[in-house]
């Protein structure tokens, strides 16, 4: 109880003093004109509506106020656990059909999606598995499905594509029990009132590209955004002192269609490197980096506004004006916490040219495995300069035998710059390469746009494998200034000689006075020049002990040695180890604190939970295996 009240109390002054921080801004830029909503946002659940239903499942939750920040806190009789399908509490099959019929039909019963490749689904159909055998591996095969998500690991493995359909049963393991495949804004709401109300887990799928399968969770009803597609070009948007060209997005557009769009209108937009990546969704919510990041910042950076139902079922705008705190928390703050996002609107950037380049070099004859890592050294002494400039750089370094090992550029890219420009930015590098003996043919490029670069470089992604698992850090530049930067290459090396792979980025966030960089991006971006993601992989028939034990090196060792390098940097919660360590401060920094306060005093009943979201450390979920868990279980609160 005593626990409870300072916990409260601490709250309530973080949140004062942030509170405070935000009204001079939100005044002085006071704008009531701005465009803001699709014709489906207007659609929303009305007190009327409700009470021509049932309001005991369909209710809204209590307003938000700082009176409900003793709610969570000091309610002895929150359930301990959320309903499970098959217990006294879970809702009725009348329920379920009442709650179908308000959504209009958009009730969609789980079938796991290889369920076509086993005996005991009505489902099973041997062409139909050779369908998802053959697709597995495909990202938009996972997208278009309402429940799949890309990491079966943390699904649980219970329903992988087989050819032998009597070698086990399918189940719905880690998969949400129901999704609402929603249209409209009243959709969500429903939905989020009866999740509530009823204390069946939420979880939120776009389109299930996290590294943690934060998007999927047993028998939880699942609010599904992939169909809210909408694409609006504002060709001269004027809002909050902002006067350009802006996008507004519905949350299931995916990277490659709003680079399309960008491009049709000739305009520049920030995303992801990935083709599917849903961008309103996690991709804005956890920071998202970009090829352009290097140039003009994060893709969080670059929201003007979003509409967002709240936990408590109420549907606001969240930008400077309004609910500035809810804006600053959404823009980083993670994915499934603090509500579901309908549409954000972002701002674009005039066309620009784009020059990559792509080269491989690799040990051989002339070049030792430590002429191969002076490479490496090399190129990360060059990563200030280059992001200094915009540029960006997408590589691969693996090990392909006993002290052979592989560089692959895929690509770099400079932004705005011509040919000529580029070259002179990345000559001092290739000389660097050349004085070590390493000859290489690198590929240059110019191109008009954003998009044909895009489309000319970037390799279509593989997903849904089951034979790695992967960490990030974001190290600071000083890693790669000459003081530390052979301590750097060392803890990297290490990890690539034990079997690592790495998929390295070499990025920043740029300062840009012209947007809104105030908001809860992990701090650790701001200061980074390298964002390094690292996997360790298995045999694909590899036994739990081994799959553990290679978790347990990637966590334990590689990531310790290279968090080592970098005390107090962080990692990237989208691209993050599901097992990072203290991941409060990796995945938050220094705003883990007050994104704590918000949760309590948005989500006092703990609607939202993700694995490594704020306030996820308040919660469990039942029977996992260590180092390799699942949202195969219950969803319990810790006591
Ligand atoms: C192959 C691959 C390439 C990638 N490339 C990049 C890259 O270039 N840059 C980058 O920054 N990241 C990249 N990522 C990571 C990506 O940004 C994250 O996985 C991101 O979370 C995906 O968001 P999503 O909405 O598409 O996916 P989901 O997995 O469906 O959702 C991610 C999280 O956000 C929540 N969420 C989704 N939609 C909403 C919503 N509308 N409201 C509230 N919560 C929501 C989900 O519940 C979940 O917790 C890549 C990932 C993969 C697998
Ligand atoms: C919801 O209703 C639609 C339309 O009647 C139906 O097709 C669908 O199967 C129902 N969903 C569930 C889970 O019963
Ligand atoms: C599948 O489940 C059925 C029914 O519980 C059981 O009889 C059968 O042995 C199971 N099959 C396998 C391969 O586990
Ligand atoms: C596209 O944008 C660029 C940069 O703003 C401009 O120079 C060019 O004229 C535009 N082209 C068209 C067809 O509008
Ligand atoms: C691209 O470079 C031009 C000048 O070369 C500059 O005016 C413009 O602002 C740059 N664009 C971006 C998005 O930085």
């Known amino acids: 109880m005593t626990a409870a009240i300072l916990r409260s109390t601490a709250i309530a002054a973080i949140l004062a003093v942030f509170a405070d921080q935000t009204t001079a801004a939100a005044v002085a830029l006071k704008c009531r004109s701005c465009p803001s909503r699709f014709a489906w946002e207007n659609d929303q659940l009305t007190d009327a509506a409700i009470a021509n239903s ?297 066309q620009i040219p784009v020059t990559t380049m792509t080269f491989m070099f690799t040990t051989g004859a002339d070049v030792t495995a430590d002429t191969f890592f002076a490479g490496l050294g090399a190129y990360m002494s060059h990563f200030d300069a280059f992001t200094a400039a915009g540029a960006y750089g997408y590589f691969l370094v693996v090990g392909t035998g006993p002290g052979e090992f592989l560089f692959n550029m895929m690509p770099m890219w400079g932004n705005n710059m011509t040919k000529p420009q580029f070259v002179s930015l990345v000559t001092p590098f290739l000389d660097d390469l050349a ?26 992604e593989n997903v849904g494998p089951t034979d790695s698992h992967a960490a990030s850090r974001l190290f600071p530049k000083e890693n790669f200034e000459s003081a530390k930067r052979d301590e750097t290459l060392s803890a990297v090396r290490h990890a690539i000689e034990g079997g690592g792979v790495l998929i390295g980025y070499n990025i920043r966030s740029a300062p840009n006075p012209s947007v809104d960089q105030a908001n809860s991006v992990n701090p650790a971006w701001r200061k980074a020049t390298g964002f390094f993601i690292l996997a360790a992989t298995w045999a694909p028939d590899a036994t739990d002990d081994k799959i553990q034990q290679a978790s347990e090196t990637l966590t334990n060792d590689w990531m310790a040695k290279w968090r080592a390098v970098s005390p107090g940097a962080g990692s990237y919660m989208s691209e993050g180890d599901i097992n990072e360590p ?49 949202q195969n279980g219950r969803l319990c609160r810790k006591a």
Request: net charge negative; charged share 15%; glycine share 10%.
């Open 582 to 630: 203290d991941f409060q401060q990796s995945f938050y920094g220094e705003y883990y604190p007050r994104l704590y306060a918000m949760k309590q005093q948005y989500d006092p009943t703990g609607l939202f939970y993700a694995p490594t979201a704020v306030g996820s450390e308040d919660w469990y979920v039942t029977d996992q295996v260590p180092w390799i868990p699942t």
């Open 54 to 350: 049932d309001a005991s499942l369909f209710g809204f939750g209590s307003d938000v106020r700082a009176a409900d920040l003793n709610v969570r806190a000091d309610t002895p009789d929150l359930p301990a656990c959320k309903a499970f399908p098959g217990d006294a509490s879970w809702p009725s099959q009348s329920d379920w059909n009442l709650f179908n019929t308000t959504l209009d039909g958009a009730l969609i019963q789980t079938v796991p999606l290889a369920a076509s490749c086993y005996n005991n689904w009505p489902q099973h159909d041997a062409a139909a598995c050779q369908d998802v055998i053959s697709h597995w591996n495909d990202p938009h095969f996972h997208v278009n499905d309402p429940t799949s998500a890309m990491f079966p690991l943390y699904q649980g493995r219970t329903c992988m594509p087989t050819d032998d359909p009597s070698s086990s049963n399918c189940t719905l393991g880690g998969y949400a029990a129901y999704s609402v495949a929603v249209t409209k804004v009243s959709q969500i709401q429903l939905a989020l009132n009866f999740a509530r109300n009823t204390n069946v887990r939420l979880v939120v799928k776009n389109t299930g590209h996290d590294f943690g399968d934060k998007s999927i969770g047993a028998g939880a009803l699942s609010v599904w955004t992939h169909n809210l597609k909408d694409i609006e070009f504002l060709a001269d948007y004027k809002c909050k002192g902002f006067n350009g060209p802006a996008f507004r997005l519905g949350s299931g557009v995916e990277t490659e269609d709003l680079y399309r769009a960008a491009e049709q209108n000739n305009v520049t937009v920030v995303g992801g490197e990935c083709r599917t990546v849903g961008i309103a969704g996690g991709y804005i919510a956890g920071g998202g980096h970009s090829p352009l990041s290097s140039l003009v910042g994060m893709g969080a950076d670059q929201v003007l506004s979003m509409e967002v139902v709240l936990p408590n079922g109420k549907f606001v705008t969240a930008n400077k004006d309004s609910n500035p705190d809810l804006y600053w928390a959404l823009r980083g703050g993670g994915g499934s916490t603090y509500g579901v996002v309908t549409s954000v609107t972002v701002r674009a950037y005039p």
């Open 435 to 460: 004085g070590l003996g390493i000859s290489l043919t690198p590929v240059i490029t110019e191109y008009p746009s954003m998009y044909s670069a895009y489309t000319g470089t970037f390799p279509p």
